[in-house]
């Protein structure tokens, strides 16, 4: 007899999601108004101002962009790390072949759009943003296809979860190696001990939630200070979490339902407002044919569904993983353009990538109108396919 899939707390998970996205898509256009109104320049000034606290030992003292894009943010990569970490013990990667797949399709995913961006800027000023194009937004691809609602199956959302966790991982890794000009060894050792105390602790079988969650904000600390971007401290307190694969509830799903609403009504939108104040000069679309800007949007529109779809498709002729449940090839070629949504970690990267502001303001505008496009596009695409296979169905 197979084993039953309990999708009830995803479905939950998404339910939130589906408002939350509306009001992020909302965030975003009011976010951009704002940068290009007269409030332009408080707004910035706004995002610029630093608080918190400092002293010889603690350096906790940062602007409000930081503190949410690298604080609030890491609640946010704790939220997915713990959906990820109930679907490989008791859901749709709960398997060895579906939970490899994503990690195919991420890889995919990677390297064409990398190879894209190196074809359209070899020997150009430009080169040294070849990692831009390379990461999908979790934030916003989840919350487009949060928008489908009913019209995909739930297993192909927890897909798209799990190829963004994947991606972030290897962007994050990317920006750890070729991007960071500095990776303190001392506070990558202390965070790693961390992270093994909290093993220990699930090993052990400690239940309350206070005893990872304290910890966990020493680790978010140490990781901060390493060099790597913060948020990855947010999945891997997830992974310390204790679950079960049974009805009763677990720690983790104790934890995942008290931050699904803060997150998606009250972080991701403060989010959006924050990264999307693009200003949107008279030279930003003539430089849309620049080899930069057209580098990261073939590889977000064109490499990012190829390499997603062909490296899926390898991976299941060769046997080596399935399709989600109630999917088919049209579904994962539609999820391979939303994860063409590169927002967050592209713009990170685009920022760590060069030092000229015209570059950087260059790289921004291209993200966003490649990661809009595939939206769009993406979303489109479900939708129909899922009205061509409701008419078979008649």
């Known amino acids: 007899m197979s084993k039953l899939i309990n999708l009830k707390p995803f479905k939950e998970f998404l339910a939130s999601g589906q408002i939350g996205g509306i009001l992020l898509l909302c965030c ?29 030992l603690v350096q906790l003292r940062y ?14 990569f704790l939220l997915v790390g713990l959906e990820i970490k109930r679907e490989l013990i008791e859901g749709e990667l709960s398997t060895f072949k579906k939970a490899a797949m994503p990690v195919f399709a991420a890889v995919g995913g990677m390297l064409f759009p990398a190879f894209l961006f190196f074809c359209f800027n070899f020997d150009q000023p430009s ?19 949060s928008l489908l609602g009913k ?25 750890a190696v ?23 602790l699930n090993y052990s079988g400690v239940k309350k939630l206070i005893f990872y969650v304290l910890p966990g904000i020493l680790l978010w600390y140490l990781v901060h200070h ?13 992974f310390t979490i204790p679950t079960n694969p049974v009805k009763e509830t677990s720690p983790l799903e104790k934890l995942e339902h008290l931050l699904l609403k803060p997150v998606n009504f009250l972080i991701m939108p403060l989010f959006a407002l924050a990264n999307t104040n693009i200003s949107l000069n008279d030279g930003l679309l003539e430089n849309l044919s620049s080899p930069l800007s057209l580098g990261i949007m073939a590889g ?27 999917s088919n090839w049209k579904h994962l070629f539609g999820l391979g ?55 078979l169905n008649l």
């Not at 976010?31 to 606290?53: M, Q």
């Not at 930081?66 to 604080?71: A, E, F």
Request: proline content about 2%; glycine content about 8%.
């Open 28 to 56: 975003i256009i009011i976010s951009l108004l704002i940068a290009n109104s007269n409030w332009g320049a408080g707004f910035e000034s706004f995002l610029n101002f630093e608080w918190g606290y400092q002293s010889n």
């Open 63 to 76: 602007s409000n962009l930081l503190w949410i894009n690298d604080g609030l943010m890491t609640i946010f």
């Open 127 to 145: 080169s040294a943003g070849w990692g831009i194009p390379m990461a999908t937004d979790i934030a916003f691809a989840l919350a487009v296809i």
């Open 151 to 175: 019209r995909v199956p739930a297993s192909l959302k927890i897909f798209l979860a799990a190829l963004a966790i994947v991606d972030d991982l290897g962007a994050i890794l990317v920006i």
């Open 178 to 200: 070729f991007y960071t000009k500095n990776i303190h060894l001392d506070y990558l050792a202390y965070a790693g001990m961390v992270f093994l105390f909290l093993m220990i």
């Open 226 to 238: 390493s060099g790597i971007h913060a948020t990855i401290a947010g999945v891997f307190l997830a």
């Open 300 to 326: 977000l529109l064109i490499g990012k569904p190829l390499g997603v779809f062909l490296f899926s498709w390898i991976s299941v002729k060769l046997d080596w993983c399935t399709l989600p449940s109630q």
């Open 337 to 391: 353009i939303l994860a063409g949504i590169g927002f967050t970690m592209s713009i990170f990267i685009a920022l760590l990538s060069f030092d000229k502001p015209a570059f950087q303001t260059e790289a921004k505008f291209a993200v966003l109108v490649a990661s809009l496009m595939a939206g769009l596009i993406g979303y489109q695409f479900l939708k129909v396919i899922n009205k061509k296979n409701k008419g």
